[in-house]
């Protein structure tokens, strides 16, 4: 399989253009604080992901997800914060933040997928670090 035909890495790449066109229209002082931040951690997920990928090992690609979830999670951080700051209308909160959730289930269901064909240690790890999509949704939308 193709990087490019990854479907998380599909909606992680259009995530990161759909912020960039929004923050792009920001004035300079949100640009520099929330607007870098934002688009870099949006930007952080497809390439952890890619990152990952590249390593050809399913450890080092779960090692890879796992980070990207972190910037997913940093993602909806940043959204928030935008939103509260009035940068970004309800509107397109409510569009980033469903495309983050989904984007996370879709990766939460990529990384368990990959657990079943790891040695036990790993799965071991997984049953200690990863979450089920009921507990991500949990997470997510708790913050």
């Known amino acids: 399989m193709e990087l490019e ?3 998380i890495y599909k909606l992680s790449m259009e995530l990161g253009d759909k912020i960039w066109d929004i923050v792009k229209a920001w004035n300079y002082l949100a640009v520099d604080t929330v607007g870098k931040q934002l ?8 390439a952890n992901i890619s990152e990952g990928f590249g390593r050809y090992h399913n450890k080092e690609i779960k090692h890879f997800c796992y980070v990207s979830r972190g910037s997913l ?3 909806k951080t940043w959204i928030t ?3 509260s700051r009035k940068l970004i209308t309800l509107t ?3 569009e980033l933040s ?3 959730k989904d984007l996370g289930i879709k990766l939460n269901n990529f990384i368990n997928t990959l657990g079943k064909n790891l040695p036990d240690q790993v799965k071991e790890d997984e ?6 999509n009921d507990e991500f949704l949990k997470m997510f939308n708790d913050i």
Do not use: P
């Open 5 to 7: 035909n990854l479907r």
């Open 39 to 46: 688009i870099r951690s949006s930007d952080s997920i497809a």
């Open 73 to 75: 999670f940093e993602s």
């Open 81 to 83: 914060k935008a939103y």
């Open 92 to 94: 397109q909160y409510n």
């Open 98 to 100: 469903q495309n983050l």
């Open 127 to 132: 049953e200690q670090y990863g979450l089920t």
